[in-house]
């Protein structure tokens, strides 16, 4: 596809990730919505619908040429096999020389070397373009990296083979990007790759989408006594295992537990075991399955008092602000969004079973106070208008 220039153009390049339709619903999709939205741009996606990754085989591919008036160019269509990584690039370079000149603003999530390759490209052709890279960045996956002897010894070759290349990156790029408040601190005192990036970085939070979702934020929320639990029950990051453990000794009396996503098929086994441990609890602990309809999903924020996120190691947490919107308490481990989140009274944080126990247990018995009125600033923080509007670094390049 060549960018017909009416308009500023915004692309988004995704050579390290699947975009498949559940894209739709996560940052990259709505950042450029968004944008196309609030500033009028032609806003461009190039992907790899065949993209060989293992994760996203079950996802639905993608289709569409455009969406919601996003314009989706797949580099792989008129080809029958999976391109190799190799093949991959070239399809992305030879779109990069195609359209650079047209392009205005580049953006990348994430910054591995085939975006550096590509970026660097892209500013050679077209020197007054503008290049953004959103890191979705994550102090502790990077600390578990840093403690691992093998994942540093590869991260000492990288920087050793691709030095010259991370190096002209920097001077690349106009603008990093983090989403949270700590990960701005920890790159603000330490080094990216061996660079300091501080002088070009910037917070830029994701968020919700009250559109997808229908949100009144006006709406007085009616709350039954559940608790919610969104995402792949029994992926490992998401660590549905610590709360099995907790839910079987904690007494939910007339509280519900649900637990919305699909089902890991190896965790299956565990579920079975927790309901011939726990019998009595068949009908307060329940698993309803993959939801894609977002409307659907808003009526399972809308009933609950409160979200259970218990993950590893995310960047973000999107449903702790999915949740947050609909005015539901947070009980999460201190990852990603959550501890700048609860740190407005909006929730709790919890390290391992048992302190999500004694939790769980001290709500049930009304021991914490379960506020749904949440501030309205808080919840306006994460509203993907308000975040692309505000971001001054779109304003300077697109208005």
Request: hydrophobic letters at 40%; a positive charge; glycine letters at 4%.
């Given at each position: 596809?060549?960018?017909?220039?009416?308009?500023?153009?915004?692309?988004?390049?995704?050579?390290?990730?699947?975009?498949?339709?559940?894209?739709?619903?996560?940052?990259?999709?709505?950042?450029?919505?968004?944008?196309?939205?609030?500033?009028?741009?032609?806003?461009?996606?190039?992907?790899?619908?065949?993209?060989?990754?293992?994760?996203?085989?079950?996802?639905?591919?993608?289709?569409?040429?455009?969406?919601?008036?996003?314009?989706?160019?797949?580099?792989?269509?008129?080809?029958?096999?999976?391109?190799?990584?190799?093949?991959?690039?070239?399809?992305?370079?030879?779109?990069?020389?195609?359209?650079?000149?047209?392009?205005?603003?580049?953006?990348?999530?994430?910054?591995?070397?085939?975006?550096?390759?590509?970026?660097?490209?892209?500013?050679?052709?077209?020197?007054?373009?503008?290049?953004?890279?959103?890191?979705?960045?994550?102090?502790?996956?990077?600390?578990?990296?840093?403690?691992?002897?093998l994942e540093r010894l590869k991260h000492f070759a990288k920087m050793v083979i691709y030095r010259f290349d991370i190096l002209k990156f920097y001077k690349t790029v106009d603008v990093f990007t983090v989403e949270t408040e700590s990960g701005y601190e920890y790159l603000k005192k330490n080094k990216w790759n061996g660079i300091n990036i501080s002088k070009k970085l910037q917070i830029l939070?994701?968020?919700?989408?009250?559109?997808?979702?229908?949100?009144?934020?006006?709406?007085?929320?009616?709350?039954?006594?559940?608790?919610?639990?969104?995402?792949?029950?029994?992926?490992?990051?998401?660590?549905?295992?610590?709360?099995?453990?907790?839910?079987?000794?904690?007494?939910?009396?007339?509280?519900?537990?649900?637990?919305?996503?699909?089902?890991?098929?190896?965790?299956?086994?565990?579920?079975?075991?927790?309901?011939?441990?726990?019998?009595?609890?068949?009908?307060?602990?329940?698993?309803?399955?993959?939801?894609?309809?977002?409307?659907?999903?808003?009526?399972?924020?809308?009933?609950?008092?409160?979200?259970?996120?218990?993950?590893?190691?995310?960047?973000?947490?999107?449903?702790?602000?999915?949740?947050?919107?609909?005015?539901?308490?947070?009980?999460?481990?201190?990852?990603?969004?959550?501890?700048?989140?609860?740190?407005?009274?909006?929730?709790?944080?919890?390290?391992?079973?048992?302190?999500?126990?004694?939790?769980?247990?001290?709500?049930?018995?009304?021991?914490?106070?379960?506020?749904?009125?949440?501030?309205?600033?808080?919840?306006?923080?994460?509203?993907?208008?308000?975040?692309?509007?505000?971001?001054?670094?779109?304003?300077?390049?697109?208005?």
């Amino acid at each position: 596809m060549n960018i017909t220039k009416e308009k500023k153009n915004v692309t988004l390049i995704c050579p390290s990730f699947r975009f498949s339709k559940a894209q739709f619903y996560k940052p990259a999709f709505y950042i450029m919505r968004y944008l196309k939205e609030i500033y009028g741009i032609e806003p461009v996606i190039v992907f790899d619908e065949k993209l060989n990754d293992v994760k996203f085989k079950t996802d639905e591919r993608v289709t569409e040429s455009s969406f919601q008036g996003v314009n989706l160019v797949n580099i792989s269509s008129d080809i029958d096999d999976n391109l190799t990584k190799s093949e991959t690039v070239k399809a992305y370079k030879t779109y990069i020389e195609e359209n650079a000149r047209d392009i205005d603003l580049l953006l990348v999530f994430h910054a591995n070397t085939t975006e550096m390759k590509l970026c660097n490209l892209y500013k050679k052709l077209n020197p007054n373009g503008k290049v953004m890279t959103i890191l979705d960045f994550s102090v502790a996956r990077f600390n578990h990296y840093k403690n691992s002897f093998l994942e540093r010894l590869k991260h000492f070759a990288k920087m050793v083979i691709y030095r010259f290349d991370i190096l002209k990156f920097y001077k690349t790029v106009d603008v990093f990007t983090v989403e949270t408040e700590s990960g701005y601190e920890y790159l603000k005192k330490n080094k990216w790759n061996g660079i300091n990036i501080s002088k070009k970085l910037q917070i830029l939070p994701f968020g919700y989408d009250k559109k997808d979702f229908g949100l009144n934020l006006s709406e007085k929320a009616q709350k039954e006594n559940i608790f919610l639990c969104v995402g792949t029950v029994g992926a490992n990051q998401k660590n549905s295992e610590m709360i099995l453990k907790s839910l079987k000794l904690v007494d939910l009396k007339d509280w519900k537990f649900v637990f919305v996503g699909a089902i890991d098929r190896n965790f299956k086994d565990k579920i079975e075991i927790f309901n011939k441990e726990c019998p009595e609890k068949r009908k307060s602990v329940l698993f309803a399955g993959a939801v894609t309809d977002r409307k659907v999903l808003a009526e399972y924020y809308k009933k609950s008092k409160v979200l259970v996120f218990a993950s590893r190691s995310d960047a973000f947490g999107l449903v702790l602000v999915e949740a947050l919107a609909f005015q539901d308490f947070l009980v999460s481990t201190p990852v990603g969004v959550a501890p700048e989140i609860v740190k407005n009274g909006t929730g709790d944080l919890f390290d391992d079973t048992d302190s999500l126990l004694v939790e769980l247990q001290m709500i049930v018995d009304g021991k914490i106070k379960i506020d749904s009125s949440v501030k309205k600033q808080v919840v306006e923080k994460y509203d993907y208008q308000n975040i692309i509007e505000n971001f001054e670094f779109f304003k300077t390049v697109l208005m």
